[in-house]
């Protein structure tokens, strides 16, 4: 059974950083086009970023040039460098597979606030 298990939220001010971090299991990782997800208070979950098994990445608008997303195949981990925190950055940040979504982690959680 497939298990995503994020981490690497937190509380930041306004134009800070952080790295989030998803580890699989149970799956074959590097065969899977990866994307993270979030889902603020009241509204759906939203595409911020994924990345195909080669590589290749593409961002939602509202977090291009400040979020990188990126794998690591050995570790099945996918990560999210997300810089230039806005506090409509906060949410839930759940990772999952972009197609045939796999069961959902718990998720981190990620305030900008000062």
């Known amino acids: 059974q497939v298990q995503f298990v994020e981490s690497g939220g937190g509380l930041v001010q306004p134009g800070g950083s952080l790295r989030l971090s998803c580890a699989a299991s149970?799956?074959?990782?590097?065969?899977?086009?990866m994307a993270w997800y979030r889902q603020a208070p009241g509204k759906e979950r939203e595409l911020v970023a994924k990345v195909s098994s080669g590589g290749s990445t593409n961002y939602a608008d509202s977090v291009k040039d400040r979020f990188t997303i990126s794998r690591d195949n050995a570790k099945k981990t996918v990560y999210l460098q997300m810089n230039s925190l806005k506090p409509e950055d906060t949410a839930v940040y759940y990772c999952n597979k972009f197609t045939n979504y796999a069961q959902w982690g718990q998720g981190t959680q990620v305030t900008v606030s000062s």
């Open positions: 149970g799956t074959i990782f590097s065969i899977y086009t």
